[in-house]
């Protein structure tokens, strides 16, 4: 599984961006999709996921200005990204997980850069 992400850019406080994630390879279904995001010296931190149901959970932080959907049959998840703040600056990543008949396999995406000036 190859991920392939877009839609990062510069933008002002209070704008907008469209993150997309496409996924590449034989996989053809996952159970979660989503994006975490990080900055130098933190932690990598969840951003938004969607499960195979279309259940979502948020950071708090995102809530009610972020929406995270999902296109199954062209293996594409997106992040809808509104009233944008500084500290929203970060590299997203997208993720993607499925069953397999041992384990649970997890892929990342290589990371878009978001960046929100004041």
């Known amino acids: 599984v190859q991920l392939q992400a877009s839609g990062g850019g510069l933008v002002q406080a209070g704008g907008s961006l469209r993150l997309s994630c496409v996924a590449s390879?034989?996989?053809?279904?996952?159970?979660?999709m989503g994006w975490y995001r990080q900055v130098p010296g933190k932690l990598r931190e969840l951003v938004a996921i969607i499960t195979s149901g279309g259940s979502t959970n948020y950071a708090d932080s995102v809530k009610d200005r972020f929406t995270i959907s999902r296109d199954n049959a062209n293996k594409t998840v997106y992040l809808q990204m509104n009233s944008l703040k500084p500290e929203d600056t970060a590299l997203y990543y997208c993720?993607?997980?499925?069953?397999?008949?041992?384990?649970?396999?997890?892929?990342w995406g290589q990371g878009t850069l978001v960046t929100v000036s004041s």
């Open positions: 993720y993607v997980d499925f069953d397999t008949k041992y384990s649970l396999e997890d892929y």
């Open positions: 390879g034989s996989k053809t279904s996952f159970n979660r």
